[in-house]
């Protein structure tokens, strides 16, 4: 059976898994019936097929599927040693969850600054470090990859493990090489907003280095080496079966719904060029862009997106609320003085963009943002 076509009418939403389902499903169907007739539910086949696909396109060695991003960052830290006493250097214009990831793994966020790219920089980590760092943990936020060679090279230079969180970035490319491929681990999300994303929770730890991908492999399941024995105390986070079906197919059609990100996002930076006193994303020379995310800035973000919900274009927020600022960590963080990091959060304005968008729809959201500051 197939999905039902729903046509959003006059609506422009942020994103539409039936429309993403609808054109999969004659694909998909018919791998799922087998997983579920064939395949193990926990720990499948499938499971390693698409470990070894996504180590294969990102150029390392090993994939090691988890339960969500959080718990791959949480479990990266783990593995690579970072813990109680250790400073974590990461970005302070950023998705909080990362933030609380470190607190899970008992280590302390240290948060910096933006650089112009809204990222964690070199000079800005350099800075940040001192006798207690022990790790770096940049964001390849909204998809635009951080200068992955220079945190590299920084973080080798100083006796530190450098941590990928390339859960926006699914497809993105730093000095023509995949981002996920640069830290001693990289940690990836498959929640379904992401660029790939499974029909639920999932996770991945992408790593060259084989004793670290055989531990996640404990570390994901419960802390058992073999079949009854605990080895540590951990987690039960493991990718299932079913969602990693689905993603072997999905991988196979990223990188085209990447180009076709890049496409709409080429059609809304030459649509909104010089409109208002917004400003547009830049993107680094060195670097391709995934656009998981369109986000403008401008100091009239509630009028606008008010402005656009009345026109039915639905627009969202990453992130309103600066790391720093929610109640669960603010204690531990202190009140640091990070006025870039809170200008951001005040100014951010995300359009909708995703490769099921067609191009009146792009359309009509600039049109909208045209008509909204030509009229006021
Ligand atoms: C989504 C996201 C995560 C967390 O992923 P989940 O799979 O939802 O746990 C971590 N970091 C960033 C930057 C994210 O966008």
Redesign the pocket.
Known sequence: MGFREVEVGGKVETKSYTRQYAALWAELSPVLEQVIREDKPILGKAVARFEAALASVHGVAHAVGVG????A?ILSLRALGVGEGDEVITGAH??A??VSAILQAGASPVLVEPDAYGLLGVAGAEAAITPRTRCILP?H?HGHPVDATGLRALADARGLVLLE?V??AHGATWQGRPVGSFGHAA?M???PS?NLGAFG???AVLTDDGALAARLRILRNLGKDGKYDFAEVAPNSKLDTLQAALLEVKLRHLPAWVERRRALARRYLAGLEGVGDLELPRVHPDAEHAWHLFVVRTGRREALRAWLAGRGIRTSLHYPTPAHRHPAFAERLGAPSLPRAERLAERVLTLPLSHEHTDAEIDRVIEGVRDFFREA
């Not at 969500?68 to 718990?71: Q, R």
């Open positions: 969500s991003g959080t718990d960052l950023t998705f969850g990362v964001v936020f969180d859960a926006q940690a999300s498959f929640h992401k929770d999932g996770g």
